[in-house]
C-alpha cells in the first residue's frame, strides 16, 4: 500500500478523538468550575454580594475567541477528513454495489457478482452504490464508511483493508420490514486469493437461468435456496412441499406445484404462509411469461444449481 495514502480510517479517528477529547476538557471544566463556584459563593458563605461589577470585556472576549477558534479547528479538521473520504486512489479497484429490498449484489469489472464484497488486502477499492428500489445506506463501520443509496443517483465510497478478515457491512437507513436483515460482510483476502476468486471456474457450467432471475428480481432478499431462515419461506426443496396457507383466514394445508407457484409470485397477498407476514409485492406485469415459467422451472428442480452459483 501506498504509505503517502491517507485511508478512510486515517482520516476519520483523528477528527474523532480530537472533538472527543476538546469535548471531555470543556466537560470537566465545566463541570469543576460549577461546583466550585457553587462552593466559593453559596449564600450562607457570602449572604451579601462581593462584587458589583456586572461586566468584564477581556473575560467576554475571551470565552468568544477561544469558543470560535476551537470550533473553526473542528471544521477544518472535519473538512480535512471529508475530503480525503471523497478523493479516490488513481489504483482504486471498482466495484458495483446494488442495494434493494432486502439485500446487497456486488458486481465486479469482469462481471462476476456476489453477495459478499470480495476485496484485496491493501488495495483501494471504489464501491459505486446504486439503489434499485429505495433509500438504503453502505455501512462500513470498521473502515469508517457509510453513504446512502438514493434511487436515481450514483454515490460512491472508497476505503482500504489493512487487514484479513470478514467485516461487518449493514445498510443503514431503515428501508422496510426486512432492514434488520439486510446484513452482509466485506471479505477482505489476500491479493493471489482474491485474484484466484475474481477468475471463473472452468468447471463451471452455466447457472440455471431461472437462479439469476430470482437474483434480478430481487427475490433472494427475503428467500433463502439453502434453508436458512429470511423474512419469507425458503425455497429449498419447496417443490411438492406441504405448505400450511391462510385464506381468508382458515387455514388450508396444499402441495407446492407449478400453478402454486405461479399464483404466489403473481397474487402473493391472496394466499399467505402460515406465520409469515403479507408484505410481497405483486409480479403481476412487471415479469414476462418466458420468465415466470424459467423461475418455476428452476425451482420445481429443488434448486440443486444454486449452490455453486452463490459461492461466487
Known amino acids: 500500500m501506498n504509505p503517502e495514502m491517507i485511508t478512510t480510517v486515517e482520516a476519520v479517528d483523528p477528527v474523532f478523538y480530537f472533538i472527543l477529547g476538546v469535548s471531555i476538557v470543556m466537560l470537566i471544566g465545566i463541570a469543576v468550575t460549577m461546583i466550585w463556584f457553587v462552593i466559593r459563593y453559596n449564600r450562607k458563605r457570602c449572604p ?17 475567541i477561544i469558543p470560535t477558534f476551537i470550533v473553526l479547528l473542528m471544521f477544518w479538521f472535519g473538512w480535512e477528513g471529508y475530503l480525503s473520504l471523497r478523493r479516490i486512489p488513481d489504483n482504486a479497484m471498482p466495484v458495483q454495489a446494488n442495494a434493494r429490498m432486502w439485500s ?18 491493501g488495495r483501494p477499492v471504489k464501491v459505486k452504490l446504486i439503489a434499485d428500489d429505495v433509500l438504503h445506506s453502505f455501512y462500513v463501520p470498521a473502515f469508517r464508511v457509510k453513504r446512502d443509496c438514493v434511487p436515481g443517483m450514483e454515490t460512491y465510497v472508497w476505503f482500504v483493508a489493512e487487514e484479513e478478515g470478514s467485516y461487518n457491512l449493514f445498510c443503514a437507513e431503515y428501508c422496510g420490514v426486512g432492514h434488520a436483515e439486510m446484513i452482509t460482510t466485506v471479505e477482505a483476502v489476500s491479493e493471489d486469493e482474491f485474484n484466484q476468486w475474481l477468475q471463473p471456474k472452468e468447471e463451471e457450467g452455466e447457472p440455471h437461468p431461472g437462479l439469476a432471475l430470482l437474483d434480478k428480481h430481487r427475490c433472494l432478499g427475503c428467500h433463502s435456496l439453502d434453508g436458512s431462515q429470511k423474512i419469507g419461506p425458503t425455497l429449498k426443496d419447496i417443490a411438492g412441499r406441504e405448505t400450511v396457507l391462510v385464506v381468508d383466514g382458515a387455514e388450508k394445508i396444499i402441495k407446492a406445484d407449478k400453478e402454486y407457484l405461479v399464483r404466489s409470485i403473481l397474487e402473493p397477498k391472496a394466499e399467505i404462509v402460515k ?3 403479507p408484505i410481497m409485492r405483486s409480479y403481476e406485469g412487471k415479469i414476462d411469461d418466458a420468465e415466470l415459467q424459467s423461475i418455476v422451472d428452476f425451482l420445481m428442480t429443488g434448486g440443486k444449481e444454486a449452490a455453486p452459483a452463490l459461492d461466487g
Do not use: A
Request: without cysteine; hydrophobic residues 30%; charged residues 25%.
Open 48 to 64: 451579601v454580594p462581593e462584587s458589583q461589577s456586572d461586566h468584564n470585556l477581556w473575560l467576554e472576549i475571551t470565552w468568544t
Open 104 to 121: 446487497w449484489l456486488f458486481t465486479y469489472e469482469n462481471g462476476k457478482t456476489s453477495d459478499k464484497l470480495y476485496v484485496p488486502v
Open 275 to 277: 406465520e409469515y407476514r
